[in-house]
């Protein structure tokens, strides 16, 4: 039995139908209390004008023109109107005079307008003979930018699709070697910069209230790399370079570029023939080093998630979410069994400073090619 439905197997003798109804306020509202205890805050209930009946209008749309539209009543708040395909608000307008006819007189109200209680939808306001007046929330596609990055695209699908579902859902990412469940996500935020200088890993947190429930490191299919370095190890690269001039590394050393003033090439100095790479695959040495750079401090733990996302990665069906995640990473295991662990490299690249680029790849990212001039050195080799 899944943590949800024994959850609900435990309080079911505290609802008169034996479950909750979630068009009864007190079942909602009692709903609410008992989570509250096990510090969940979520909103289950929205107060509309006329709420019975704007819930059996909202029914009357999706059995007159649902199948057509693809529209459908959330269940947390069955007074909206979903339509996960629209993307401007005012389309409902065509649902509802499909519905109730060309003659409806329709007022909007924007986002906390008047009786509209959502800070993110529109609510439609209209009478009819048969339900009176109904306050109809239309939760639709937000429109997205061009050009985003992979990261963003994972936050705004995410928070785009929480917002049809109430404003709160169950997200579950999906990949071959693990299924990770967050329940009662209210918003998910972009992490990337928020702790990178004290070593934090994650790119988006999934948030529960105030309460962070998942911190996700996100990364590319195929062509990520872990970091660029330049900066985070300056004494390591230093002593790298002046080694590397005064010729004190076996088979490697630097010489000026004749082409380009204060730029240098790497080269062998025994055969003098060019080196376009090197790769130091000892440079994170130890288990506990190589956990605190993958993981970072963050508490949960951060979970690493790896593809490319596209829009149809991103499944609604009720109030969870079905994201498709080519691979996750839990532990160094996971990272070593994926052959992504971390590997310093570096290659000639003249618009860095004295013409070399210093990146940490994964491993799977940082072989040296059978056509490549590339060389393997040991981290003991540069600091002794």
């Not at 169950?170 to 935020?189: D, G």
């Not at 004295?354 to 790849?361: A, H, Q, V």
């Amino acid at each position: 039995m899944d943590p949800i439905t024994k959850f609900l197997h435990n309080i079911s003798y505290k609802f008169p139908k034996g479950y909750p109804d979630m068009e009864s306020k007190q079942d909602v509202l009692l709903l609410e209390s008992l989570l509250e205890k096990l510090d969940i805050k979520v909103s289950l209930y929205e107060e509309v004008p006329n709420r019975p009946s704007t819930i059996k209008a909202v029914k009357k749309i999706v059995d007159t023109v649902g199948s057509r539209y693809k529209l459908f009543p959330l269940k947390s708040k069955p007074n909206r109107l979903a339509a996960p395909g629209v993307k401007d608000p005012s389309e409902f307008i065509k649902f509802f005079k499909e519905t109730f006819g060309e003659d409806i007189d329709i007022k909007t109200y924007g986002p906390l307008e008047g009786p509209n209680p959502s800070g993110k939808f529109t609510l439609f306001q209209f009478t009819t003979p048969e339900f009176g007046e109904v306050n109809i929330i239309g939760s639709y596609s937000a429109p997205g930018g061009a050009g985003k990055t992979n990261e963003a695209k994972f936050i705004e699908s995410l928070n785009n699709l929480i917002a049809q579902a109430g404003e709160s859902a169950t997200i579950k990412l999906v990949a071959p070697e693990y299924t990770e469940v967050f329940n009662n996500v209210t918003n998910v935020v972009d992490s990337s910069k928020t702790g990178a200088g004290k070593g934090d890993k994650s790119d988006a947190q999934f948030l529960s209230g105030d309460k962070v429930v998942a911190n996700i490191s996100l990364k590319q299919d195929g062509g990520f790399r872990w970091a660029s370095v330049a900066s985070n190890y300056p004494d390591f690269i230093k002593k790298f370079q002046d080694k590397a001039l005064n010729g004190e590394i076996d088979g490697f050393g630097l010489i000026p570029n004749p082409d380009i003033k204060g730029k240098y090439l790497m080269y062998n100095p025994d055969t003098g023939e060019r080196i376009t790479k090197v790769i130091i695959p000892d440079f994170i040495d130890n288990d506990s080093e190589m956990e605190n750079f993958i993981f970072g401090p963050e508490r949960p733990k951060v979970i690493v998630a790896g593809r490319s996302w596209k829009d149809d990665d991103f499944k609604l069906e009720g109030d969870t979410i079905t994201v498709q995640t080519s691979h996750i990473y839990k532990s160094l295991d996971d990272i070593k069994d994926g052959e992504i662990a971390p590997v310093f490299t570096i290659a000639q690249h003249q618009g860095k400073p004295i013409g070399l680029d210093y990146r940490i790849y994964p491993a799977n990212m940082a072989k040296i090619g059978p056509k490549a001039r590339g060389i393997e050195l040991s981290k003991d080799e540069i600091i002794d």
